[in-house]
C-alpha cells in the first residue's frame, strides 16, 4: 500500500520564479495538508484542502496556494519566491487526522537562490 | 492559539536504555489529541503514539510510552530499550478540530535524540 508520494523530491528555484509541488495521498485518504519545515524547525501549517475546497490557512501570504483535484492529490503554489521560501514542503494525508493522525509524504527540499 | 513547547533540543541515550522527551503545551481546549512524530534522516514524519485528551489512561505501543499531565499539559514520551533506528528528531503536536471542520496540527520544535551504541 503506497503512503503518501511527493514530487519531485528536490528542487531549485532562483528568486522571484514560480514553484508547483506535488502531493498524491494515501489510498483512501481524503483529506490533505502542507506544511512548510524550516531547516532545524518544526513543520509550520500553511493549509488543508477536503473535498476539493480550502477548508483551513495558517499564517502564510497569498502566495501560496494550493488546489485538490476530484482523485484527493494536491498541488502547492508558490509565486515569487523568495529566499525564506527555501525549506522542507511536507504534504500529509488523513481520513479522519484525530482518529488516526496523519501520513506525510517525505518532503520537497527547496531551494531558492 | 496554541502552542507546544519542546525545551529539550538534543538528547543522547545508550543503546538498550530508556530515555525520556519532554513536551508541554498551552491550550483552553478541553477535547484535543496529541500526538509524537519522528523523523529520521529520510525526512518521513512517521506516528509514534497518539493520546486522547479525554482519555485518563497513558497510551502504549510497544517500547514507546507516554506520561499524559491534563492539568499541568505535559506530554512526555518514553522510549524503553532503545534502539539504533530510534535515533532520529521526534516532534510533539497538537491537534483539535477548528471550524468548519479542520483539524489543525500544532508542532513543537523538536528534539534529536541519538541513541548511542
Known amino acids: 500500500d503506497a503512503g503518501v508520494t511527493q514530487s519531485p523530491t528536490h528542487l531549485i528555484k532562483t528568486r522571484g520564479q514560480q514553484v508547483t509541488l506535488r502531493c498524491s495521498p494515501k489510498?483512501?485518504?481524503?483529506?490533505v495538508s502542507w506544511y512548510q519545515q524550516a531547516l532545524g524547525q518544526g513543520p509550520q501549517f500553511i493549509f488543508q484542502?477536503?473535498?476539493?475546497?480550502?477548508?483551513q490557512r495558517g499564517n502564510f501570504p497569498d502566495r501560496f496556494s494550493g488546489h485538490q483535484f476530484p482523485n484527493y492529490s494536491s498541488e502547492l503554489n508558490v509565486n515569487a519566491l523568495l529566499l525564506g521560501d527555501s525549506a522542507l514542503y511536507l504534504c500529509?494525508?488523513?481520513?479522519?487526522?484525530?482518529?488516526?493522525?496523519?501520513?506525510f509524504g517525505s518532503g520537497t527540499r527547496l531551494t531558492v537562490v | 492559539a496554541q502552542t507546544v513547547t519542546q525545551s529539550q533540543p538534543e538528547m543522547s541515550v545508550q543503546e538498550a536504555e530508556t530515555v525520556t522527551l519532554s513536551c508541554t503545551y498551552d491550550?483552553?481546549?478541553?477535547?484535543?489529541?496529541l500526538f509524537w512524530y519522528k523523523q529520521p534522516p529520510s525526512r518521513q514524519m512517521i506516528l509514534v503514539i497518539r493520546?486522547?485528551?479525554?482519555?485518563?489512561q497513558n497510551a502504549t505501543e510497544n517500547r514507546f510510552s507516554v506520561n499524559f499531565q491534563k492539568a499541568a499539559k505535559s506530554f512526555s514520551l518514553k522510549i524503553s530499550d532503545s534502539q539504533l533506528g530510534d535515533t532520529a528528531m521526534y516532534f510533539c503536536?497538537?491537534?483539535?478540530?477548528?471550524?468548519?471542520?479542520?483539524?489543525?496540527?500544532?508542532f513543537g520544535t523538536g528534539t534529536k535524540l541519538q541513541v548511542i551504541p
Open positions: 500529509a494525508s488523513s481520513l479522519d487526522g484525530l482518529l488516526y493522525g496523519y501520513t
Open positions: 489510498s483512501g485518504h481524503d483529506t
Open positions: 484542502y477536503y473535498e476539493e475546497e480550502e477548508r
Open positions: 491550550t483552553s481546549e478541553n477535547n484535543y489529541y
Open positions: 493520546q486522547e485528551a479525554y482519555k485518563q
Open positions: 503536536a497538537f491537534m483539535k478540530h477548528g471550524s468548519g471542520g479542520y483539524q489543525k496540527v500544532t
